[in-house]
């Protein structure tokens, strides 16, 4: 009976990280991909997208799903915004535009706590009750979570496959300036994938704010997380990032539940898990080796 | 008496000629008389604390410019080296009783057997894996310091660690002196052959290798010497602050490190250093504005990066000197002719 527990408390908390980290990844490598920015503010605006439905459904009111949609345009226009005003002028410089996500991050993560205080809040979830399998309680909200996540995915590969802004993005990652002769503008497609990878995480936040607790740190996990999932699955690789997300998402959720101090070690395993595929597969599990920039 | 005269009259000729001559170096000797005299101005308790803060933080941006600077191999997980000095100096002085000048530099040593340990995998890494991967190290060993509580002390640290004198103002030397001591060796090492090789590794990995140099070698040495000085800083931070904790290994610290470093401009020792004589004291200047420190801090940063990209000091040190076109000698900007040669400077 304990077993048969465990088994599915790993199932459920495993499915459900492994779909977040993997929007979030997948986000992350597009605008890597795109435009070869480290974008450290990724979480930050997955943050603030559960912060942005906080205030709709507690200040003012209104039914959690308003303030889904509120925040993933609210956070997708400041994400656009952010790009077009603080990283786009410095894309050259690599490490300047790591150390602008790195600020703009801090920024977020500080206004947030100036409006919403640094304490933990919590935000009703859209469906309420649950049901129980060989006696483990399952939310309504976690299965929700879990199909939404994969209905994004879906159709995110249905707009990098099968459209033409999908085309543009895939051969504006492979080769910007070979993408730019054959009339794609290049800096359009940057700014439209900033849009989708902020849209991504901002949408992330929103279906997993009610299953965790908001506060102005709650970025640094998923963070450290989703980096790993990038690396683990290969930097361009959006298939690398889904499986990479569940292996680390299953890494984490087996460790938490079975092991003694396991809340403690849950990242150190996961990331243990990253080097040692690393030593075996210098590029990621589906890394595709780019042609070396000289 | 002749001597000291001739040593003295050598020292006016020096500078005369080479410091007076450019404000860089001005600025270097008054940022040292600053070092030297401020516990003559003020004997405040809290300014002194602040200032041999700045001073081990110094090392530790100017360690990761060693590394990431100038051999190109961005490392985010700096705070590991930090960590794993202030850990390891702490325990062998609590353990070993060895005094802080025996348990520093073995802090230092133990630094740079983790800068092997994490630079042997990493080496067959590039570019941006290479730095996200270096971001995971500090974090497995967080969690293992959770993990163990009984032998690091968990989320409280190791506590009880002797103090390196008792007087601040003493210790605010010995920090500075360090600073200074630390900082010349590293500048020195990028002025010499190795650092010009470090150079070519950030500027054209392939091409070195194909000169006949083992690159693979070279980068694992500027990880060992990197974690050597950075576990110095984390070191002398833990008898300090008598308390080596959690802290000393988040991913704030490693983020922390590549901002001073980036902001003062990489591939320059002096700028990370100088950032952290700028950034560190205005953070703790901000505290009356306790709420929107941060906020402010990463709008300052910001700012900065958006005019100057390539970081503060390199930018300044363009605005008020140019090289002269002819014999490559830094002139103050004014001039129309160039001091040594006589060249034109456009």
């Given at each position: ?7 599915l ?7 459900i ?7 979030l ?7 890597f ?23 709709v ?13 509120a ?18 002028p ?6 300047a535009?790591?150390i ?5 991050a801090?920024?977020?993560q ?7 205080t640094g304490t ?5 979830s859209?469906?309420?009750g649950?049901f129980?399998?060989?006696g483990?309680k ?6 929700l979570?879990f199909?939404?996540a994969l ?6 590969w249905v ?7 999908g085309?543009?993005i ?9 993408a730019?002769?054959?009339?794609i ?11 989708i ?14 299953l ?7 970025w ?10 990038v690396?683990?699955?290969g930097?361009?690789?959006l298939?690398g990032s889904?499986?990479?997300a ?10 938490v539940?079975?092991l ?8 150190s395993v996961?990331?243990?898990i ?7 597969r ?5 890394g595709v080796?780019f042609?070396?920039?000289? | 008496m002749?001597?000291i005269?001739?040593y003295?009259r ?10 007076i ?13 600053f070092?030297?005299l401020?516990p003559v ?6 300014t002194l ?5 700045t ?9 990761w410019?060693l ?5 190109g ?8 080296f ?5 850990y390891?100096?702490?325990?062998i ?11 520093i ?13 994490i630079?042997?995998?990493?080496l067959?890494l ?10 995971a ?18 989320e409280l640290g190791?506590?009880?660690?002797k103090?390196?004198t008792?007087s ?13 001591g ?10 010499s ?7 070519a590794?950030?500027e054209?990995?392939?091409?070195v290798?194909a000169?006949?140099i083992?690159?693979?070698?070279y ?6 010497l990197?974690?050597f000085?950075?576990?110095i800083?984390?070191?002398?931070y ?9 802290s000393t290994?988040?991913v704030s610290?490693?983020f922390?490190?590549v901002?001073w ?8 020792i002096?700028g990370?250093v ?10 703790e ?5 306790q ?7 990463a709008?300052?940063?910001i700012?900065?990066?958006?005019y100057m990209p390539d970081?503060?000091?390199?930018w ?5 000197e ?5 014999c490559?000698?830094?002139n ?5 002719t160039?001091?040594?040669?006589t060249?034109?400077?456009?």
């Open positions: 009976m304990y077993w048969r527990h465990m088994f408390d790993i199932t459920i908390s495993g499915l990280s492994g779909s977040v980290y993997a929007l990844a997948i986000g992350f490598s597009l605008i991909g795109v435009a070869r920015i480290v974008n450290i503010a990724h979480t930050a605006f997955y943050m603030v997208a559960g912060y942005c439905i906080y205030y459904s507690h200040e003012m009111g209104l039914h959690p799903i308003w303030g889904m949609f925040a993933v345009i609210l956070v997708t226009a400041l994400g656009m915004v952010c790009y077009k005003f603080l990283i786009n410095i894309r050259e410089h690599e490490g535009v790591l602008a996500t790195i600020a703009l801090m920024a977020l500080e206004i947030m706590t100036i409006m919403f933990y809040l919590s935000v009703p859209l469906v309420k649950y129980v399998i060989v483990v399952v939310f309504y909200q976690q299965l979570t199909i939404v209905i994004v995915l879906g159709a995110l707009l990098l496959m099968k459209t033409r802004l085309l543009a895939r051969s504006t990652a492979q080769d910007k300036e070979v730019n002769l054959m009339g503008n290049e800096a359009r497609v940057a700014m439209m994938t900033m849009g990878s902020v849209g991504l995480a901002s949408f992330t936040g929103a279906i997993v704010v009610p965790t607790i908001l506060d102005p740190l709650m640094m996990h998923p963070l450290i997380m989703m980096m790993a999932v690396i683990l699955g930097l361009g690789s298939k889904f499986i990479g569940y292996i680390l998402g299953f890494a984490e959720a087996i460790v539940f079975a003694p101090a396991g809340a403690f070690l849950k990242g996961a990331l243990s990253m080097i040692l595929v690393l030593l075996i210098p590029e990621g599990l589906f080796t042609e070396e920039e000289r | 002749d001597l005269r001739f003295l050598k020292l006016v000729t020096i500078v005369k000629n080479e410091v001559v450019l404000p860089s170096r001005v600025v270097v000797v008054v940022f040292f008389l070092l030297l401020l101005f003020t004997s405040n308790q809290y604390r602040i200032f041999t803060l001073c081990i933080f110094a090392i530790l941006a100017a360690s410019d590394l990431s600077g100038f051999t191999q961005i490392n985010f997980g700096h705070a590991l930090f960590g794993v000095g202030a390891s100096a702490a325990m002085n609590l353990h070993a009783h060895i005094p802080p000048w025996g348990s530099p073995l802090g230092g040593l133990v630094a740079v057997l983790a800068g092997l340990i630079g042997i995998p990493c067959r590039k570019g941006t894996y290479l730095a996200l991967t270096t971001l190290f500090p974090i497995i060993l967080m969690g293992l310091v959770f993990a163990f509580p009984d032998l690091t002390g968990g190791i506590s009880g660690i103090r390196i008792r601040s103002v003493t210790n605010y030397y010995i920090a500075a002196g360090l600073m200074f630390l900082c010349s060796i590293m500048w020195k090492i990028t002025d052959n190795t650092g010009i090789i470090f150079h590794i950030r054209d990995e392939l091409a290798r000169a006949g083992n690159t693979t070698r980068k694992l040495m500027a990880f060992c990197s974690g000085f950075a576990g800083a984390g070191g002398l833990a008898h300090f602050m008598r308390i080596a904790g959690p290994l988040e610290m490693s922390l490190v901002i470093a980036v902001f003062g401009g990489v591939a320059t002096y990370p100088g950032a952290v004589f700028i950034l560190f004291p205005l953070l200047f901000l505290r009356f504005w709420e929107y420190r941060t906020l402010m801090f709008c300052v940063l700012v900065v990066l958006l970081g503060l000091f390199p300044l040190r363009d605005k008020i140019t090289e002269c076109p002819r490559k000698i830094r103050i900007s004014s001039r129309t160039c001091r040594v040669c060249a034109r400077l456009d």
